[in-house]
């Protein structure tokens, strides 16, 4: 079955304690992205990756890390978690055009809901 | 302004009506548009893109796109409880850009 797959889905943590979230996805897609999804903000980039060793900054990338050593995997990191960032994450991926630009038709994880006090 | 802007809602119709949900933007150079349902607690899922201007159709969908006026639209006929939703526009402008979603309710 075609998936894209995170974890953990539930989490709650402190404030300074790194965490990270994986994401992996079956689909060979070169695209992958990383969402935050807040009441009233809608989704938001935070970061996203064209291909393998390649990412770049979304729109709100303060805070997060990432990397792409393989193609299926994109995991997203919190060095030092902080309550802003308190918000249900997805990750997404996409086939691409030539050119590499993503096709618009993303598929989405379950997603993980995280909670930093 | 927001790239891209929808009326948060919540929309209500009742079953059997059409839903009529709007979306403009603002980038006069997207080519490209989606429709994304997110149900509460569950992830966007696509349902329609459209890249022409005119009306796209897929069974109970209808999307319309006026590149002009800079607005897309989805219609959904014989509008059903399961179509309660959260209703998600997006431009793509090299990457997604989206909506922060209409709430739909659709009663019996």
């Known amino acids: 079955e075609a998936q894209v797959t995170q974890n953990p889905r539930y989490l709650i943590t402190v404030t300074g304690k790194k965490l990270t979230v994986t994401c992996s996805q079956n689909?060979?897609?070169?695209?992958m992205s990383w969402y935050r999804q807040d009441p009233g903000l809608g989704l938001r980039q935070i970061y996203y990756?064209?291909?393998?060793?390649?990412?770049d900054k979304g729109d709100v990338p303060e805070g997060y890390k990432v990397s792409r050593k393989e193609k299926r995997n994109f995991p997203l990191i919190l060095e030092s978690p902080s309550p802003n960032q308190t918000s249900l994450y997805f990750c997404?991926?996409?086939?691409?055009?030539?050119?590499?630009?993503?096709?618009?038709?993303?598929?989405f994880g379950e997603g993980s809901r995280l909670t930093v006090l | 302004q927001k790239e891209v802007e929808q009326n948060s809602g919540p929309l209500s119709v009742p079953e059997g009506a059409i839903a009529s949900l709007n979306c403009t933007y603002s980038?006069?150079?997207?080519?490209?548009f989606f429709w994304y349902r997110q149900y509460s607690g569950k992830s966007p899922e696509l349902i329609m893109f459209?890249?022409?201007?005119g009306d796209k159709e897929d069974g109970r969908f209808t999307a319309q796109l006026n590149k002009a006026s800079q607005y897309v639209s989805l219609l959904i006929r014989d509008s059903q409880p399961s179509d309660s939703a959260t209703y998600l526009c997006?431009?793509?402008?090299?990457?997604?850009?989206f909506g922060t979603g209409t709430r739909l309710q659709v009663f019996p």
């Open positions: 990756s064209m291909n393998v060793e390649v990412t």
């Open positions: 997006a431009v793509n402008l090299g990457k997604l850009i």
């Open positions: 689909m060979n897609h070169e695209y």
């Open positions: 459209i890249y022409s201007n």
């Open positions: 997404a991926s996409s086939p691409t055009l030539a050119g590499g630009l993503n096709t618009g038709e993303l598929f």
């Open positions: 980038d006069r150079g997207s080519q490209s």
